[in-house]
């Protein structure tokens, strides 16, 4: 199994809690006011379903490949300064909160899976934050 189709079955193991996106949205809200702000007047049922769409295209295609980049790009422009204006230090407490929501649902999850979901996660980060001034 390469990086990749780890990730994704971690992921799917995660998502058969049907609980992905309410644990992920429950944990990013409380780990700081500023993010619990920036989604005063957000749409929940929208949003969720979104992440989980979105997350799940990630986990299958390396960040370079056409319809990732794509995707990358279109949440670059969407979150940069001129957009949400989400900063590059919030997007360490996304990956946390990922992997926390990780933890609790994938009954398979270890440290050293845990490393490698950051790891390739921090491709798409970097290529989002690498929008921030644009
Ligand atoms: C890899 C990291 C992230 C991914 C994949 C991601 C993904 C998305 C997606 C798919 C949407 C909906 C489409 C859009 O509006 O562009 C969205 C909206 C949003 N995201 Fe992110 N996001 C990430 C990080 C963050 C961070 C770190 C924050 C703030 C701390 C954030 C705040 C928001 C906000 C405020 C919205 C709009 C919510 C609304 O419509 O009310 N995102 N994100």
Redesign the pocket.
Known sequence: MNEYEKISASFKRCDESGAFSDTFYEIFISKSDD?SL??K???FGK?KK??RA??KI?VTKNPNEPKTKKILN??SR??NRNG?N?APK??K??LDSLCETLARHDPNFTDELEQTWRRL?QY??DI?IAGYNT
């Open positions: 993010v920036f989604f007047d957000t749409d949003q979104l992440l979105t997350v990630l279109d949440i969407t979150h949400y989400i919030y997007y407490l996304w996660m798409s980060i989002i």
